[in-house]
């Protein structure tokens, strides 16, 4: 049963803060060892880590997703499947036009023109889960907002099974979000082949996408060689009500909850008359859920009710976790309250899973109280803004009364007489 927390239970609520927080150290050991494996034997040991960790035989010409494997795919996954599929990526990508930085130029004062361009990133990689549950919608929300960016290598890598086939919804996925290169990997072992290359893998410029421990752990060792989205942790939801149907709410909590045991799902309420009722619907919809094994135990041990005094308590409390996803429920103008979320959704009928699908939102936010600091994938992380300057001979002299002070003030000679230069004759 999900449990009812007083807000001046500090120590459960702390609990549930600090989830995602646990002693990595000898897995962070084992994922290094991968790591350097990889950059200094490239192929040979991607093959000896997906033989030991998904127990497939792989070799230089089976590496490669085919186009012949593709097509057969299509041919795997239904009609409505794919209507599905297309109708997301169509909603994915007009948002992801919306959020595409634009170049501008301004004028700071006579001969001084400032601005900024806007480049797309060269290269990508993407990484697709596909343990428990494939996920044909993490490639839509990676590789569409790269494609939208104007990025023009992508490329994904996603575990086999031990066929030594990919699911056959992520790879029509990765064709349809315009993926060039597909590779049989998964694990720490595929982060680092896209972070370094080998023989058959590309090497990227920045790696995006949802793993386990492992890989964003791979993630966090390859960083600085590429770029990286960010590390996520286990997944979560807080909903915000003074009033609501609690049959709703509780269904959200449950969808949140299935993804895996280290899930989070919290509602924030000031009324006991609610808390009661979601609790007791939480425990018969969990009864009846095909995925009651996972659901039931993030219900258990990350899960909870918390009850404070009033709405602004609630926001307060929201603001302090900065959950990926935040749900207000029967609020006027909530939103103004909040400052730290991945994502919002407002109103009882904005239920998390069609962000997570196909509302257009991208679904891969801040876990662990990173939304107190950047925001979820958009295509702001697929293109560089790089800044210039162009000055004409009597703006430089302008500037440079200010520039050579501050150079003197650092004892930086050499800026300083490269100013100087300026304001000759």
Same mark, same amino acid.
């Given at each position: 049963?999900?449990?009812?927390?007083?807000?001046?239970?500090?120590?459960?609520?702390?609990?549930?803060?600090?989830?995602?927080?646990?002693?990595?150290?000898?897995?962070?050991?084992?994922?290094?060892?991968?790591?350097?494996?990889?950059?200094?034997?490239?192929?040979?040991?991607?093959?000896?880590?997906?033989?030991?960790?998904?127990?497939?035989?792989?070799?230089?010409?089976?590496?490669?997703?085919?186009?012949? #494997?593709?097509?057969?795919?299509?041919?795997?996954?239904?009609?409505?499947?794919? %209507?599905?599929?297309? %109708?997301?990526?169509?909603? !994915?990508?007009?948002?992801?036009?919306?959020?595409?930085?634009?170049?501008?130029?301004?004028?700071?004062?006579?001969?001084?023109?400032?601005? #900024?361009?806007?480049?797309?990133?060269?290269?990508?990689? !993407?990484?697709?889960?596909?343990?428990?549950?494939?996920?044909?919608?993490?490639?839509?929300?990676?590789?569409?907002?790269?494609?939208?960016?104007?990025?023009?290598?992508?490329?994904?890598?996603?575990?086999?099974?031990?066929?030594?086939?990919?699911?056959?919804?992520?790879?029509? $996925?990765?064709?349809?979000?315009?993926?060039?290169?597909?590779?049989?990997?998964?694990? $720490?072992?595929?982060?680092?082949?896209?972070?370094?290359?080998?023989?058959?893998?590309?090497?990227?410029?920045?790696?995006?996408?949802?793993?386990?421990?492992?890989?964003?752990?791979?993630?966090?060792?390859?960083?600085?060689?590429?770029?990286?989205?960010?590390?996520?942790?286990?997944? #979560?939801?807080?909903?915000? $009500?003074?009033?609501?149907?609690?049959?709703?709410? *509780?269904?959200?909590?449950?969808?949140? $909850?299935?993804?895996?045991?280290? *899930?989070?799902?919290?509602?924030?309420?000031?009324?006991?008359?609610?808390?009661?009722?979601?609790?007791?619907?939480?425990?018969?919809?969990?009864?009846?859920?095909?995925?009651?094994?996972?659901?039931?135990?993030?219900?258990?041990?990350?899960?909870?009710?918390?009850?404070?005094?009033?709405?602004? %308590? *609630?926001? #307060?409390?929201?603001?302090?976790?900065?959950?990926?996803?935040?749900?207000?429920?029967?609020?006027?103008?909530?939103?103004?309250?909040?400052?730290?979320?991945?994502? !919002?959704?407002?109103?009882?009928?904005?239920?998390?899973?069609?962000?997570?699908?196909?509302?257009?939102?991208?679904?891969?936010?801040?876990?662990?109280?990173?939304?107190?600091?950047?925001?979820?994938?958009?295509?702001?992380?697929?293109?560089?803004?790089?800044?210039? %300057?162009?000055?004409?001979?009597?703006?430089?002299?302008?500037?440079?009364?200010?520039?050579?002070?501050?150079?003197?003030?650092?004892?930086?000679?050499?800026?300083?007489?490269?100013?100087?230069?300026?304001?000759?004759?």
């Amino acid at each position: 049963m999900i449990p009812i927390i007083l807000l001046k239970n500090k120590r459960k609520i702390q609990k549930l803060k600090e989830r995602g927080q646990t002693d990595l150290r000898e897995i962070e050991q084992r994922v290094r060892r991968i790591v350097q494996e990889v950059r200094t034997k490239g192929n040979t040991a991607i093959f000896k880590f997906t033989k030991k960790f998904d127990k497939v035989e792989l070799k230089e010409n089976r590496l490669k997703v085919t186009k012949k #494997e593709i097509q057969k795919a299509y041919g795997k996954v239904s009609k409505k499947e794919i %209507q599905a599929l297309k %109708q997301a990526q169509k909603n !994915i990508k007009f948002f992801a036009r919306k959020q595409l930085p634009k170049p501008f130029e301004t004028e700071l004062e006579k001969g001084i023109i400032l601005g #900024e361009i806007i480049r797309p990133l060269e290269s990508v990689g !993407i990484y697709v889960p596909a343990g428990r549950f494939p996920l044909p919608s993490s490639v839509l929300m990676n590789a569409l907002p790269a494609q939208v960016a104007g990025v023009e290598k992508i490329i994904a890598c996603s575990p086999p099974n031990q066929q030594g086939k990919i699911n056959p919804g992520i790879l029509v $996925a990765c064709d349809l979000a315009g993926v060039k290169e597909i590779f049989k990997i998964g694990g $720490a072992q595929a982060i680092a082949g896209m972070a370094y290359g080998t023989k058959t893998i590309p090497k990227v410029n920045k790696i995006v996408g949802p793993g386990n421990i492992y890989v964003t752990l791979a993630k966090k060792e390859i960083f600085g060689e590429t770029g990286i989205d960010f590390l996520a942790g286990p997944t #979560e939801v807080m909903v915000i $009500a003074g009033k609501g149907n609690s049959e709703r709410i *509780a269904a959200d909590l449950l969808a949140q $909850a299935e993804h895996d045991v280290r *899930a989070s799902a919290i509602l924030v309420t000031w009324n006991k008359t609610l808390a009661k009722t979601v609790q007791k619907e939480v425990a018969k919809q969990l009864a009846e859920l095909k995925t009651k094994e996972i659901a039931e135990k993030s219900i258990q041990n990350n899960s909870g009710i918390i009850l404070v005094k009033n709405e602004n %308590q *609630a926001f #307060e409390l929201a603001n302090d976790f900065a959950p990926e996803h935040l749900e207000i429920i029967g609020i006027q103008n909530g939103i103004q309250k909040v400052n730290n979320a991945g994502g !919002i959704f407002i109103g009882e009928y904005s239920c998390e899973a069609f962000g997570d699908y196909c509302s257009g939102t991208n679904h891969v936010l801040p876990t662990t109280q990173v939304a107190k600091y950047r925001a979820g994938l958009s295509t702001r992380d697929f293109v560089k803004q790089i800044t210039y %300057q162009k000055l004409s001979k009597s703006g430089a002299q302008k500037l440079a009364k200010t520039g050579i002070i501050i150079a003197e003030m650092e004892g930086l000679d050499g800026h300083a007489k490269s100013m100087k230069l300026r304001m000759k004759k």
